[in-house]
């Protein structure tokens, strides 16, 4: 179960669900007892910054940029438009056209943005960058109308591809992390949002020196004041 209601508002929980028995990348728990006159359990967890649904910081890319426990917490927040681009060839480029006409309408400053297409396959997995990944892609010129538009977090659905190549994700990185703005990556449930305007959250640990942290996110559809 991923929707909920909480009153009059619906709660959709958009992060992918990890199991260290199935997980490729490292994740894995041990579990002990501290073996005092009542069960006492804690977890030893080891785990990659980028495992999952996970927020990358600044710090990702260069040693003089903030680490998740130097950004505010209202980083980790706000209001979240969803953008799917459905005219796009396959594999090209998510433009500063394409954005004027599926972005700019729904655009405030501080906006979370989340991206996605028609075109999804798993992110991070066998099936990238094979015949079958047919993603949108992303580029220094994608990067520059997010900044220019003020965009607070990218996120990305699984019609989009973050790993396509190094000549494009090193400056879509370095053009928006250089600006604080943060990535969310690997987003799941995106089809059962009701609404593409919405109250989002995703706090990460405030852990100094930490890159990147997996993230519980969330979707808030019908509070006020985050709805258009």
Do not use: Q
């Not at 706000?78 to 459905?86: C, K, L, T």
Request: aromatic share 10%.
């Amino acid at each position: 179960m991923s929707s909920y209601m909480l009153g009059n508002l619906r709660v959709v929980d958009l992060t992918k669900l990890l199991d260290p028995k199935t997980e490729t990348r490292r994740c894995h728990l041990y579990r002990f007892n501290t073996g005092g006159p009542i069960p006492d359990f804690h977890t030893i967890m080891d785990l990659t910054s980028h495992l999952g649904t996970h927020c990358e910081c600044p710090y990702h890319h260069s040693d003089d940029w903030p680490s998740v426990a130097e950004l505010p917490l209202d980083r980790f927040m706000g209001r979240a438009i969803y953008v799917e681009i459905p005219d796009a060839e396959p594999r090209g480029y998510i433009t500063p056209a394409m954005l004027d006409k599926y972005c700019l309408p729904k655009m405030k400053d501080d906006t979370i943005v989340i991206i996605d297409s028609p075109y999804r396959i798993p992110p991070f997995t066998e099936k990238t960058n094979t015949p079958e990944d047919k993603r949108l892609r992303v580029n220094e010129e994608t990067a520059i109308w997010f900044r220019d538009h003020k965009a607070k977090c990218i996120g990305f659905g699984d019609g989009v591809s973050i790993e396509s190549s190094n000549d494009d994700v090193k400056p879509f990185h370095d053009v928006l992390l250089a600006e604080n703005i943060t990535f969310l990556e690997v987003l799941k449930n995106l089809d059962e949002l009701e609404s593409d305007v919405f109250f989002m959250s995703y706090a990460p640990l405030p852990i100094l020196g930490l890159d990147s942290c997996p993230v519980r996110a969330y979707a808030i559809e019908g509070l006020p004041g985050f709805t258009e």
